[in-house]
Structures are given as C-alpha cells and as structure tokens.
C-alpha cells in the first residue's frame, strides 16, 4: 500500500524536524512503514509529489487539504483537521471561513481526534457521523515515560506550548502570584517551540513581578520534554482550546500531576482520578488547584501514577496504527465500490 502524508512539519527546514522530529504526522508515518506500507512525506506548501498513491492523507487545514479537495481523479483523500479554534469558540480567519467546508464536504473521511470534536463535525459543520472516524493521537511510550521522580519538596510547575494567545499561558502567568503566597519556592520553567510573543510575556511577567520565579527555557527534543514532564511537580495546560492535547497525554505517560482547563477533548483524557480539571480563562481556579496540589504530595503521586496507566492503555501508538489502517482499508473499499 502507498500513502502520501501531508503535514505542516515536512515544511519544516531540516534543523527543525531533527529538534522536533516527533509529531502526529511523523508518529503515523513511522508505524505504517514498519506495518509495510509505502510511505511519502510532503508539506503543504509545495505541489504534491508525482506518483501514484492509494491514499492521500492530510492534516490541518491548509494549501494541500484544498488542492486535494479541488482536484479531480485523485485518489481517496483523508482529513485530520488538528483545528482547536472553531470547535473551542475561537478566532478563525476569513480564508479558513471561506474554505473549511468545502476541504470538509469533499474529504473521504474524516479524522477526529476526541469524541468532542466528533460532536462539533457533526452537529455544527453537518457531516454524517459515518465519514468521521474518532482517532486519538498516539503517544510514544518508549520515549515519554516516567524517568525519575520530582525532587522534593516539589516546586516546579511546567507550560508546554506555543507561545500563542490561544495556549492561555496568560491566565497562568496571573495565577502566580496567588500560588507564591502560599508556595514561594514555587517555579514555573516554559518549555515552547515558536516564541513570536516571547517578548510580550517578558514584558507581561516583569510586571507581575514574576522575574524571580519564571523562566522561559525555549524548546526541548521529545527526550528533554520527557525529563522535565517527569520531575515536574504539576504541569499546567491552561489553554484555550484543543482538540486532544498532545501535550497532556505526553505529561501523562510520564505520571505528571496534571492541572488542565476543560476544553475539547479533555475530559476524555482527564477525571477525578488522573488530573485535575478547572474552567478555561479563570486564574483564580488555576491557582487554586495549583496550590492545592503543591501542598498534597501524595495526591499528585496518585493522579500521576493513574495517569500513567491511563495514557498507556488508552493512547498508545499501537492503537493509532491499527484504527489507521482500518479506516485507509474502509476507505479504499467504499472507493473500490464507486468506481
């Protein structure tokens, strides 16, 4: 079997993709070739390699998910969206607005990666539960892993993300000050890959007093995000919107105690017993749970070590593989039938 992969990180140069060479994309790509099948990796913003492929598999919206939806006689065309705005009430451009329902109506099937954003392809942009298959991003296990235990007594908080509005590392940057009057060791280390407001949150800390006690570190290899998940007092994900959050099932494989807003597909991956859950845009609830996990050393032991066995039953990569190759077989049949 033949596949073209299409992703943004193939856009990437050749320095990024080795510092950041495990994403969804990459992970796909990697289990169907050693299940056999051709793989071919492009980017979006060159033409689609020749060739002749059995399936054209897409993720995020972009140039090459409206070629592949404009084009004809191609082959069957699959869509990971990976779309936290629309689904989470957030800004969309007006390109996107245009396009994302055509790019949806034409794709053969489509991949949602939590059951909330199954719900929203359905109920708000109208497509047939039949062409959505629910397909949660797989995390490596013999990579994210629990690698020793946070020192104590534990202090450090961790932000993984882009350095973006929508990521809420705002919200928690206001929380701060609540949690060191009861926690002042405490320490927030963020770890991000593109840090075009880097120096907006400089700023946004400075005034908040928070010099002392923050430190944006740039980015890390999947190795070095392993480590700091595994000797991280919590880890905080105060986001505004996601679809499944890479970066909470990554902290759970490593048994990180994990404080999360509930947007998406949260709480499919968190409850009670695997992490802490509060309302998006609320500083106050943020540091709440911060500063009562900070003082409870045994509850975060217990909601990391119920998270590791959840995040490694759940969404391992060997999942992610085999409900791939039964949708691209159920989607090559139903093609097999039209012609």
């Known amino acids: 079997m033949r596949v073209c992969i299409v992703g943004g990180i193939f856009d990437k140069p050749a320095d990024y993709r080795v510092q950041h060479s495990i994403s969804p994309e990459t992970v796909l790509a990697d289990g169907l070739r050693q299940r056999g099948w051709q793989v071919t ?13 059995d399936v054209v598999h897409v993720h995020h919206f972009g140039r090459a998910a409206l070629r592949m939806a404009a084009a004809t006689g191609r082959p069957p065309f699959v869509l990971t969206t990976h779309d936290p705005f629309a689904m989470n009430g957030l800004p969309v451009g007006w390109r ?5 329902g055509f790019v949806l109506r034409k794709a053969d099937a489509v991949v949602a990666l939590s059951n909330a954003e199954r719900d929203f392809l359905t109920r708000r942009r109208g497509l047939r539960p039949e062409r959505i298959a629910v397909i949660p991003n797989g995390i490596s296990t013999a990579i994210f892993d629990r690698i020793s235990e946070p020192a104590e007594p534990a202090t450090d908080l961790l932000f993984v993300g882009q350095l973006q509005e929508f990521k809420g590392l705002d919200y928690l940057l206001h929380a701060l000050p609540a949690v060191r009057v009861s926690h002042p060791r405490v320490k927030l280390r963020v770890v991000y890959q593109t840090g075009e407001l880097l120096a907006r949150y400089q700023r946004h800390a400075e005034r908040l007093g928070l010099n002392g006690c923050l430190e944006f570190e740039g980015s ?42 509930d947007v998406g597909g949260i709480r499919e991956q968190l409850d009670e017993d695997t992490g802490v859950i509060v309302p998006p845009r609320d500083s106050a609830a943020l540091a709440q749970a911060i500063s009562t996990l ?34 691209y077989e159920e989607v090559l049949e139903t093609d097999g039938r039209a012609a």
């Open 41 to 53: 990796p492009a980017g979006h913003s060159a033409s689609l390699p020749r060739g002749d492929f």
């Open 220 to 261: 890390r290899t999947a190795a070095g995000l392993a480590q700091l998940y595994s000797t991280a007092a919590v880890v905080v994900s105060p986001s505004l919107g996601e679809c499944l959050s890479t970066v909470v099932l990554e902290a759970m494989c490593c048994g990180a105690a994990v404080v999360a807003t």
């Open 294 to 327: 900070l003082a409870d050393a045994g509850r975060r032991r217990q909601l990391g070590q119920a998270a590791w066995r959840k995040a490694h039953a759940q969404f391992n990569v060997r999942q992610m593989i085999e409900r791939h190759l039964r949708l």
């Open 96 to 100: 996107r607005r245009l396009t994302d």
